[in-house]
């Protein structure tokens, strides 16, 4: 398996832009997770999935922030509009669930908005 | 509020010797915890969990010992490696799915 799969690798935007991160979990996870590594807060959870269900969202910073999961193979996170302070790593994780083992991490998207 | 702290950004230790890092958690519901290694422009990659019924937890170079009356967790990795020098998070979780991480602790292998 290819593991998690995440695009773009790196993201240059200007304050204001829309910006689209993209994930492809590891196929056969029913888990998919949302993380934002900054240097102040350390990994934050944004979201997290359940069979394409979104389950928790309560790290969303804000309405600017929507994520979406159209199927199982497939997960969108959208800032509208774009910020400074949303300059970060985002990492999107996938697993069978906790006790089955611990999620798997993508290799994340650095965004930088200028 | 920052649930799960590691107070040490960074830690170096000689190569050969023995790495510790610790992590100090608030939520004495946390039930299950985790340690991830993290190189650069990478994702973090699990390394050892431990449940919060036992007290220590060991693979090959790497041990987890739990300490839930201080609400502490440590991470031993003897013998240090070069290619050990990574960040380290650790994580818990309440017995959903929800993990709640650490700001990572760096910790550099001299050779």
Redesign the interface.
């Known amino acids: 398996d290819a593991g998690v799969i995440q695009s773009p690798r790196h993201e240059v935007t200007e304050m204001g832009q829309e910006v689209t991160l993209r994930c492809k979990p590891i196929s056969g996870h029913d888990y998919l997770f949302w993380y934002r590594q900054t240097m102040m807060r350390g990994l934050e959870l944004l979201i997290y999935f359940n069979n394409n269900v979104p389950i928790d969202d309560s790290g969303m910073p804000e309405d600017r922030f929507s994520a979406k999961m159209p199927n199982a193979s497939f997960s969108t996170l959208k800032i509208q509009p774009s910020e400074p302070r949303d300059s970060a790593v985002y990492f999107c994780a996938s697993s069978l669930g906790v006790l089955a083992g611990a999620p798997f991490f993508g290799p994340g998207t650095r965004l930088l908005v200028l | 509020d920052?649930q799960v702290k590691?107070n040490s950004p960074s830690l170096s230790v000689q190569e050969g010797r023995i790495s510790i890092l610790n992590c100090d958690y608030t939520n004495s519901m946390f039930d299950?915890f985790?340690w991830?290694k993290k190189y650069p422009?990478?994702?973090?990659?699990?390394l050892i969990?431990i449940s919060s019924i036992k007290d220590k937890n060991e693979d090959g170079r790497f041990t987890v010992f739990l300490n839930k009356s201080a609400k502490h967790l440590s991470l031993h990795i003897v013998p240090s490696q070069p290619g050990d020098s990574a960040v380290y998070?650790c994580?818990a979780?309440l017995g959903?799915?929800?993990?709640?991480?650490?700001?990572?602790t760096r910790l550099t292998i001299i050779p």
Not at chain 2, 41 to 46: I, L, W
Not at chain 2, 96 to 104: D, R, S, Y
């Open positions: 920052q590691q299950y985790l991830y422009a990478e994702g973090p990659t699990f969990s998070f994580a979780n959903n799915e929800k993990l709640t991480f650490g700001t990572g």
